[in-house]
């Protein structure tokens, strides 16, 4: 399948052939080439070339996502708890329930934030 010809993969394939990056239809492996690379994509910037900016340290924290069906979403999130709490992790944060917007709406979503626990 041919790759649209979107202004972010015209700009992409640009980046990609200054930087000797090979060129292909699939979209994705592109961006994924470019992202190995360094080169990432902003909406206000366009493609840049990030690979020389310092890295921050990593966090300790570990932050989970649970995204379910609304009347599901609280059982899923206790059961994210238990097994992170059970394998080493303490939890730091949890959210309350978020609906989401239209057409998800019938979904929640609960936030997590772990860390290990270094004392277990």
Not at 30 to 58: C, F
Not at 103 to 115: A, H, N, T, V, W
Request: proline fraction near 5%.
């Amino acid at each position: 399948m041919m790759a649209r010809m979107t202004a972010k993969y015209i700009g992409a394939t640009t980046f990609a052939h200054s930087k000797n990056i090979p060129i292909t239809d699939d979209q994705e492996a592109l961006y994924a080439a470019l992202g190995k690379a360094g080169i990432l994509y902003d909406k206000m910037k366009g493609w840049y070339d990030a690979s020389q900016e310092p890295a921050e340290q990593p966090s300790d924290v570990l932050r989970v996502r649970v995204w379910a069906k609304t009347e599901d979403v609280e059982a899923q999130a206790r059961l994210i708890v238990r097994t992170l709490t059970s394998g080493g992790y303490r939890l730091l944060e949890q959210s309350q329930p978020y609906i989401c917007r239209p057409p998800k709406q019938l979904e929640s979503r609960i936030y997590l934030s772990f860390i290990e626990d270094r004392g277990a």
